[in-house]
Structures are given as C-alpha cells and as structure tokens.
C-alpha cells in the first residue's frame, strides 16, 4: 500500500453501537470493502428475520456484507482473503479466532466500550452504570489472542452522571 492510499477495510459489528464507527470511518473517506456481522435472526410476533443495524446501515451504503454461523468455516475465510483488506476494524462483534484477526497485513484493530482492562467481553456499558462507575470511555487496541487484549491504541475518557442510564451512555 502507498503512503497516500487509504487501507483497505474490512469492517465487524452487529448493533447499532457500532454503526457510529462504520459511518465515521466512510465520512472520513476510508475504504470500507465489506462488512462481517452476525447472521440474521427471527424477532418480534411474527418471528421474521431480522437484520442487524449494521447491516442495514451496510447495504443502504452499498458494502458487501458477510454473516457467517462459523468464524472459522473455510469458506468464510476464503471469502474475507479475496477482499484484501490491509485492515481490519471490530466494533461490538464477537470473538474472533486467530486465524480471522491475524489475516490482514496491518493486524485487526477493536473498539471497546470500556476504559481497559477494566470491564472486558460482553456489556461494558450497562457494567459500568450497575456498578456506580462515576467514569468510563472508549478504548482502541490492536487485538491479540485474549479477549480485549492488546496494544493501547488511543483512550477517550468521559464522565458518567449520578443518574445516567446505560440508554443514555450509549448514545
């Protein structure tokens, strides 16, 4: 890749958390080349499929997207190779197997929801308020085998009020 170009992205998430971070990456001009995110599933009454809000966000912009059962199904892998993504960026996925984070060249970066270590996996956000936190923010690493482990890229600290719901923190 030349200095000037924009990597080649390959994005993951599933909820509307990380649609933000999709859309902020297309508005800054990055090259989103697909997008990984969590098979569709019945909801609702009627039980009909159901997309992720990162999906609708994906093909109302025109990205492929990709929703594997299997993180580690050949196929799966075959297809995200032929993207040849230099990068890849996780926000609010699921845990990727070595195979997955450790295929594109410049390594596969995460957002989490959290000041790490404090609050890794599942529901940092709705942690944090249950726990009385009166701090909290965002964390940028480059993803290694445990889960939101890595090098420290860039934290964003930001204060959560005495009667903040998780709701609200979120957004």
Known sequence: MHPTESPRIIFMGTPDFAVASLDALLQNGYE???VVTAP?????RGMKLAETAVKQFA???GIPVLQPVRLKNPE??????EFQADIQVVVAF???PELVW???PMGTINLHGSLLPQYRG???INRAIMNGETETGLTTFKMQQEIDTGNILLTEKMSIGPDETAGELHD
Do not use: E, S, Y
């Not at 799966?76 to 190779?81: A, E, I, N, S, Y």
């Open 32 to 34: 989103v080349v697909a």
């Open 94 to 96: 699921r845990m990727l």
């Open 76 to 81: 799966f892998t075959r297809q995200l190779k």
């Open 122 to 124: 599942a529901a940092p």
């Open 102 to 104: 450790n295929m594109p």
């Open 59 to 61: 093909v109302r912009k």
């Open 40 to 44: 569709d599933k019945p909801a609702g």
